[in-house]
């Protein structure tokens, strides 16, 4: 019997503790900001400016350290998380790069291919091998900037090309 008793006499104490008030909360959080830990004389200091029990401040910096824990976690979640999206587009922009760069290596691996057909099955004119696979670098008359060279700057062009070709093949 004395047990129960007992328990409501402390049910009864919680039941008595006073909410703090607005004006309270302001000074405790002042307080917290410059330190959040509490030595033993600041929290009796406090308790004594409050008019409220060392305890219950003591329980008010507890609680608030927790809940400042908690907000510092959810904002090093939040940045963790920008940077991974970041990341992930950044990720993405890359991958579409790669996919267009694998394509223009294919153009140019069947572009050369077709200069080199080309070449092996015309044995004379290397000028015009050129200009028609390269169309879009000839002028309307059909002569390439390397038609001024002759036949040793067609020739140069075509070595340029291979060289060229051997160099993306050996980045893939």
Same mark, same amino acid.
């Given at each position: 019997?004395?047990?129960?008793?007992?328990?409501?006499?402390?049910?009864?104490?919680?039941?008595?503790?006073?909410?703090?008030?607005?004006?309270?909360?302001? @000074?405790?959080?002042?307080?917290?900001?410059?330190?959040?830990?509490?030595?033993?004389?600041?929290?009796?200091? !406090?308790?004594?400016? !409050?008019?409220?029990?060392?305890?219950?401040?003591?329980?008010?910096?507890?609680?608030?350290?927790?809940?400042?824990?908690?907000?510092?976690?959810? !904002?090093?979640?939040?940045?963790?998380?920008?940077? @991974?999206?970041?990341?992930?587009?950044?990720?993405?922009?890359?991958?579409?790069?790669?996919?267009?760069?694998?394509?223009? @290596?294919?153009?140019?691996?069947? @572009?050369?291919?077709?200069?080199?057909?080309?070449?092996?099955?015309?044995?004379?004119?290397?000028?015009?091998?050129?200009?028609?696979?390269?169309?879009?670098?000839?002028?309307?008359?059909?002569?390439?900037?390397?038609? !001024?060279?002759?036949?040793?700057?067609?020739?140069?062009?075509?070595?340029?090309?291979?060289?060229?070709?051997?160099?993306?093949?050996?980045?893939?």
């Amino acid at each position: 019997m004395d047990f129960f008793q007992t328990s409501s006499n402390n049910m009864k104490f919680h039941h008595n503790k006073k909410r703090l008030t607005q004006d309270q909360v302001k @000074l405790l959080e002042r307080s917290f900001s410059s330190n959040n830990k509490l030595e033993p004389d600041r929290k009796l200091l !406090l308790a004594k400016q !409050l008019g409220i029990p060392a305890r219950q401040v003591a329980i008010w910096y507890q609680n608030k350290r927790a809940r400042w824990k908690t907000q510092s976690l959810e !904002l090093g979640y939040n940045a963790i998380q920008m940077r @991974l999206d970041t990341a992930l587009a950044e990720k993405r922009r890359l991958e579409k790069d790669v996919e267009r760069l694998k394509e223009e @290596l294919n153009r140019a691996h069947e @572009l050369f291919l077709a200069l080199n057909n080309q070449r092996q099955q015309v044995s004379g004119d290397n000028h015009a091998v050129v200009c028609s696979v390269f169309s879009s670098s000839c002028d309307q008359e059909g002569a390439t900037s390397s038609s !001024l060279l002759g036949d040793q700057g067609v020739n140069h062009e075509i070595k340029d090309y291979e060289e060229l070709y051997a160099c993306l093949i050996g980045m893939q």
